[in-house]
């Protein structure tokens, strides 16, 4: 039996890695880009990979489908690249007081994206964008089966993952899904969000802070490319990370306008960890430990947010504060008041069409149920969240400092 046992161990340890410079030889046929890869985003891919072949080993089955993903996503990458060497417009597009939605998930920042986006002087990024976003939309006519294509990859996220739509119902918009800036990083692998990479057995990485300035870099490429060509509109764009970012993010986009949702985090972070639960629950096929994931969690979150609060740049007049409880009294006004203080064009038309979204029922937040949160299936107390972020709650007064 010990004979035995060394092969077929090897054999398995053998099967379930990944090979960084094999991936990127199969990316440029099916890209069909041969051009040497910028030797960044190698180091990015390499990095990526070394990450997944430490986790536990992955059968021949998880390997060829995390490979795919991978595979597509580089193609993917590689197409961006050529696109823009072939069409030297891309780079000379100027993108102009973006508007980024920021803070924690569960704060309403879907709800302030989805609203801003229906002003008529805007556009958003988009499910389609993401994952099928070459050639630019300004060169050919996007076809409905380019963005039903892209839909598909959606329906088998909320298929592997059941649930999802019930904590975040705006999934069933499909390929018209507005997306998070984190997806965008992901095209350049300088995170791994799991709507991209959803047939990765693990957690997903986190953009590296030695690569922020790289990939807000990247972000404005990519807004690029979706804008050239276009009618002139601005972005509305938003993310979980760029509230611990905000000195790279103005860096980069130095007109950049932001809006920032604050909530009590007792009950931002059970419901954070349900989402991610369910997501990668489905993901790993529940093999995870969520009550040890819960204090981890809280502790990392928090030691960002402690960094962020000390810089001034919290308190930049190019931030607009709300909080959450407004937001859901009122959210018209919430963006009413955000355009005041940024000295937008407030337009009648774009209050009507905002009135017109809340009012639709393919828009309530609740139109797959309701979800009850709770803190002990992931080994959390309100005590453990109020201590965590008490400096955050008392800047921002809430829970037991409103």
Excluded at 187 to 213: E, H, K
Aim: overall charge negative.
């Amino acid at each position: 039996m010990r004979s035995r046992s060394g092969p077929v161990e090897a054999v398995a340890e053998e099967v379930g890695r990944i090979d960084a410079s094999a991936l990127v030889q199969t990316a440029q046929i099916v890209a069909g880009n041969f051009d040497p890869v910028d030797p960044a985003l190698a180091g990015r891919l390499s990095r990526f990979v070394d990450w997944l072949n430490e986790q536990p080993p992955l059968r021949a089955d998880q390997k060829h489908a995390a490979e795919r993903q991978l595979r597509k996503i580089l193609a993917t990458r590689l197409r961006l690249g050529a696109d823009r060497k072939r069409i030297i417009g891309i780079a000379q597009e100027k993108i102009e007081r973006p508007i980024f939605v920021i803070g924690f998930a569960r704060t309403g920042t879907t709800l302030i994206h989805s609203l801003m986006a229906e002003d008529p002087n805007a556009r958003a990024p988009l499910w389609w964008h993401t994952h099928e976003p070459s050639p630019p939309p300004g060169e050919v006519p996007v076809m409905a089966e380019r963005i039903e294509y892209a839909a598909r990859e959606l329906d088998e996220l909320i298929r592997i993952a059941p649930g999802l739509l019930t904590l975040h119902p705006y999934w069933d918009k499909r390929g018209y899904c507005p997306i998070e800036c984190e997806e965008i990083f992901t095209l350049d692998f300088q995170n791994a969000y799991p709507s991209l990479l959803y047939n990765l057995p693990a957690l997903a990485m986190i953009l590296d802070a030695s690569n922020i300035a790289d990939a807000y870099r990247f972000h404005r490429e990519f807004l690029q490319h979706l804008q050239w060509n276009q009618e002139p509109r601005h972005w509305v764009v938003k993310g979980i990370y760029h509230q611990f970012a905000l000195k790279e993010l103005f860096e980069a986009y130095p007109d950049a306008l932001c809006i920032w949702p604050h909530r009590d985090p007792v009950e931002v972070h059970p419901s954070t960890l349900a989402i991610t639960a369910v997501l990668y629950g489905g993901i790993t096929n529940w093999q995870m430990d969520f009550k040890a994931l819960g204090p981890a969690f809280v502790q990392s979150i928090a030691a960002s947010v402690a960094e962020a609060m000390e810089s001034p740049v919290v308190d930049d007049p190019r931030i607009f504060h709300v909080d959450f409880h407004a937001l859901t009294r009122d959210p018209v006004d919430v963006v009413r008041r955000a355009y005041g203080h940024w000295g937008l064009d407030y337009t009648p038309e774009f209050a009507r069409r905002m009135q017109s979204w809340l009012a639709d029922p393919s828009n309530a937040s609740n139109r797959y149920g309701r979800y009850d949160y709770a803190m002990e299936p992931f080994g959390l107390t309100r005590d453990m969240i109020e201590t965590a972020f008490k400096g955050y709650s008392r800047r921002f007064r809430l829970g037991a400092f409103a």
